[in-house]
């Protein structure tokens, strides 16, 4: 079977905006900066790992993070020295990356889809530097390694569980920016949604999102909470009782707007929301798991035993770089039954019976 593949103003979004900073990683790293913190133990060794950011830093719960966490795993567990770079904003993508490699990087790691143009010309430039990319696999280069992932599959796996966890019989995704990383969670999602209803013979509908058009709802950026929030409550006056939000920190507007609504709840995207936002833990149904983490450490670790390679790496439900999280707190509230059709499809997606599609499938 295949399948195609939710001045008050102000004083608002301020609380929501320090809200979403929350604690950094432990070892907090500054534009340019080098960390070579380690284990005692561990024996350091003459390689450099790096990193440069997407806009968000790499305090923001999300995709930054988690491979910024990949990157001192490393540190820690090879002995490898690091350094990272911090962008705020586009205009500093290559000068950052720049910087990396002035450094003496071996490894640079660009995190973003976004850091494609700037990661192709360094490595043009620098072809005796080694580079890994997430979330792209448009540059074609000996020097470049793509980690990339299938989240459509895990996805499809929440938009599934939304549907049948769902009393209103409608949910809903929305974007941070539209592009192929973002956009892949919301096919997954609707698809996920189509398939309940045809085994069900169920018509909860999501909004959002137009998997045929390709169009959908925005905020236009990974940065404005307040807009998030604004949208997700958009979503919830139009009956919407699931929210899942593709946008990075913004989705912690989508999550306010969900805890300010009475039976909503929200799904994360990219780490688990209930471990890296407790204070919304008590609304958050799943997250759809995007492991960045382990992907920068395994390349890292290939790469310091000299087995660097341009073969991209791309998660899915099979080999665990994607997946769903736990029900956690709102356990109780998804029916046993609901809970075991979702492992079964998880099954069958493995297997191969069913076939997650997207526009944007790696």
């Given at each position: 079977m295949k399948i195609g593949t939710r001045a008050a103003v102000l004083a608002t979004a301020t609380a929501l905006a320090l809200a979403a900073c929350g604690t950094p990683p432990p070892d907090e790293p500054e534009a340019t900066a080098t960390d070579d913190a380690r284990t005692p133990e561990v024996e350091q060794i003459d390689y450099r790992g790096c990193i440069v950011s997407d806009a968000g830093g790499f305090d923001d719960r999300s995709f930054n993070q988690a491979g910024y966490e990949g990157l001192t795993q490393a540190r820690d567990e090879l002995g490898i020295e690091i350094s990272q770079a911090e962008s705020q904003g586009e205009n500093e993508f290559v000068p950052n990356i720049d910087s990396m490699v002035n450094q003496g990087c071996d490894l640079v790691i660009t995190v973003g889809y976004l850091l494609a143009d700037a990661t192709g010309g360094a490595a043009e430039a620098n072809p005796e530097t080694h580079f890994a990319i997430i979330d792209d696999q448009s540059v074609d280069a000996d020097n470049v390694k793509p980690l990339v992932f299938n989240t459509a599959e895990a996805a499809f796996l929440a938009g599934y569980l939304a549907a049948g966890y769902s009393t209103t019989g409608t949910v809903a995704t929305f974007g941070g920016m539209q592009i192929p990383p973002v956009t892949i969670f919301m096919d997954g999602f609707v698809d996920g949604v189509a398939h309940y209803n045809e085994v069900k013979g169920a018509e909860v509908r999501v909004?959002?999102?137009?998997?045929?058009?390709?169009?959908?709802?925005?905020?236009?950026?990974?940065?404005?909470?307040?807009?998030?929030?604004?949208?997700?409550?958009?979503?919830?006056?139009?009956?919407?009782?699931?929210?899942?939000?593709?946008?990075?920190?913004?989705?912690?507007?989508g999550a306010s707007a969900a805890q300010q609504s009475d039976g909503v709840a929200f799904i994360g995207v990219d780490k688990d929301w209930y471990e890296t936002s407790p204070e919304f833990a008590d609304v958050t149904l799943t997250s759809v798991l995007k492991q960045m983490t382990p992907a920068v450490f395994d390349v890292l670790s290939e790469a310091v035993a000299g087995n660097f390679d341009n073969t991209p790496y791309v998660g899915t439900l099979e080999n665990d770089g994607v997946g769903l999280a736990p029900f956690h707190d709102l356990e109780g509230e998804v029916s046993e039954e609901l809970a075991a059709e979702v492992e079964q499809l998880r099954q069958d997606i493995v297997a191969g019976e069913i076939v997650v599609e997207s526009p944007s499938t790696p």
């Open positions: 909004l959002g999102w137009d998997k045929d058009a390709q169009t959908g709802d925005f905020t236009g950026d990974f940065d404005d909470i307040a807009a998030g929030q604004n949208l997700a409550r958009a979503q919830i006056d139009q009956g919407a009782d699931v929210i899942m939000p593709v946008a990075g920190p913004v989705g912690a507007g």
